[in-house]
């Protein structure tokens, strides 16, 4: 399927606030467009539900969802504490809460009036985004297409050697608030060039344009008074969810996951270990994996044609998939006496 030319930088898509059973959370919205070269009227329509990284938002996802729009109606949301999301009410920042959230905004979708109306939605989850996904999915099937997992945080027994001392000791007590206080001293530029250095495989391809967008988006954040506990908070739910063992541990529920799964990676992830992708794709059922040289930890943002001509990919397999499987299912055999069932 042909995708759309971005040309100029996509702004980011609009949004609302989503009341769901733990609180309200922030969702931006992209519409539809059909086929680019037209032809609409028998094109498919469906649902996606895009979920950001540790510290990051649902602008995360723009350029992406604006190239899936071909086929996808989409919904990205900002996760409780992130973005223009307020704190959760109850239930902290571990990931049961975020994948709770998850959860109940895909349960919302589903329902949302208009095509696909009913229908699972594909899903799409990046580093702390594609682990809190997982475990919706495992927890969730019937409301999950496909599964898109781009450098999903995984559990990992050895911290990456590009976080700061200061976040990777946010198991201890007390040193959260000291981890906030650090990150209120530096200032929104820094973070935001410190975070492209670590996160892009290539950091001086980012258009400035955008640089500044994120710096400014920076801002704004500052002025949350709980953006520094969502994140040190975040952080330690995410590490401490790697000490669980049995059918909790999120390698098990890989194992247990049948939709059809696409592992995207980049191959300069300095976040997470990208030798960690094929472990990945080998323990979910029916996985296929894309590893994207020279690309950093946020393929949807630093290769958002590669990433959407392989989701596109993935999407079309998964249609295909359920068509001979309805192909099959009218086509045998009736038992003696019984009806056909059409």
Not at 30 to 58: F, I, K, M, Q
Request: net charge neutral; with cysteine.
């Amino acid at each position: 399927m042909p995708l759309p030319r971005l040309g100029a930088l996509v702004p980011p898509w609009p949004g609302k606030q989503v009341v769901l059973s733990g609180g309200p959370v922030f969702v931006r919205y992209t519409p539809w467009t059909g086929p680019v070269e037209g032809g609409s009227e028998d094109a498919p329509v469906e649902r996606a539900l895009y979920v950001h990284g540790l510290g990051g938002a649902s602008t995360n996802w723009t350029d992406l969802a604006a190239l899936l729009a071909v086929r996808f109606e989409g919904w990205a949301l900002d996760l409780p504490g992130f973005g223009e999301s307020e704190p959760p009410s109850r239930g902290g920042y571990s990931i049961a809460r975020h994948v709770q959230a998850v959860v109940d905004l895909l349960e919302w979708v589903v329902d949302r009036p208009g095509p696909g109306r009913g229908r699972p939605v594909h899903l799409l989850g990046n580093s702390l985004g594609g682990l809190v996904s997982l475990w919706g999915a495992a927890r969730r099937p019937d409301l999950v297409a496909t599964l898109t997992l781009i450098s999903p945080a995984m559990p990992v027994y050895r911290v990456p050697a590009a976080f700061d001392r200061a976040i990777t000791l946010v198991l201890l007590p007390g040193v959260p608030a000291l981890a906030e206080k650090r990150l209120a001293g530096v200032s929104a530029e820094q973070r935001v060039r410190g975070l492209v250095r670590m996160c892009f495989g290539n950091p001086d391809a980012v258009p400035p344009a955008r640089l500044e967008e994120a710096i400014e988006e920076m801002r704004r954040r500052d002025e949350q008074p709980w953006a520094g506990q969502a994140l040190t908070r975040s952080l330690r739910g995410m590490m401490t969810s790697y000490l669980r063992f049995g059918r909790a541990n999120a390698w098990r529920m890989a194992r247990s996951v049948r939709m059809p799964t696409l592992v995207v990676w980049g191959d300069r992830d300095r976040l997470v270990d990208p030798r960690l992708a094929p472990r990945l794709a080998a323990a979910l059922p029916d996985a296929r994996l894309q590893m994207q040289p020279g690309v950093g930890h946020l393929a949807m943002l630093e290769a958002p044609e590669a990433t959407a001509r392989v989701v596109l990919g993935l999407a079309e397999h998964a249609a295909t998939t359920a068509a001979d499987v309805l192909a099959d299912s009218i086509g045998s055999p009736a038992e003696p006496g019984a009806a056909a069932a059409v």
